[in-house]
């Protein structure tokens, strides 16, 4: 999802829910401590400059049990440091604790946010709608992580 859908969806909710791959919920009074834009730029194995930007929210839950972020809040947050970083409308992954600094992506769910592992992989809905040569390998990673029911994954 880019930061622009993002934004959309934010205008139309009451209250900001981010549901995890294992099917539990970030806890409801998370903060998020950091928005920003991370570039990354690289050489790849046959000698190809890349580069690669995207938006990055860091959420942290604390245990200041009464906090909710609401989405309005999020907003002016996100539109600040469009201006003080020159954020355009790039892709979000979102870094939240786990068992290390996890990554994710965001997509939909319903009245809430799904976050899917991050880098984000085109889900098909059936195997036929990969071009040939990626079949073998679009139905490893589905098999491996398949999106969950009701989720509405983004491309940008």
């Known amino acids: 999802m880019t930061l622009l859908a993002f934004i959309n969806e934010l205008k139309k909710r009451e209250t900001i829910g981010f549901q995890l ?8 009074y998370f903060h998020v401590t950091e928005v920003g834009k991370v570039t990354r730029d ?7 400059l890349r ?3 995207v938006v ?4 942290w839950s604390a245990e200041d049990y ?5 989405p309005e809040k999020l907003i002016s947050i996100i539109e ?3 201006k003080a970083l020159a954020i355009g409308d790039l892709p979000i992954e979102v870094e939240f604790q786990g068992q290390t600094i996890e990554t994710y992506g965001i997509a939909t769910q319903g009245n809430h946010f799904y976050l899917p592992l991050w880098p984000p992989i085109v889900w098909p809905k059936t195997i036929a709608e990969f071009p040939r040569k990626n079949q073998n390998k679009a139905f490893q990673r589905s098999k491996i992580m398949p999106v ?9």
């Open 21 to 28: 791959p294992n099917g539990t919920f970030v806890p409801p």
């Open 66 to 70: 009464d906090h909710r972020l609401h």
């Open 56 to 59: 990055n929210f860091q959420l």
């Open 51 to 53: 580069s690669n930007s």
């Open 148 to 156: 969950p029911q009701g989720v509405v994954v983004v491309k940008s």
């Open 42 to 48: 690289f050489i790849d194995c046959g000698g190809t």
């Open 80 to 82: 600040m440091a469009q």
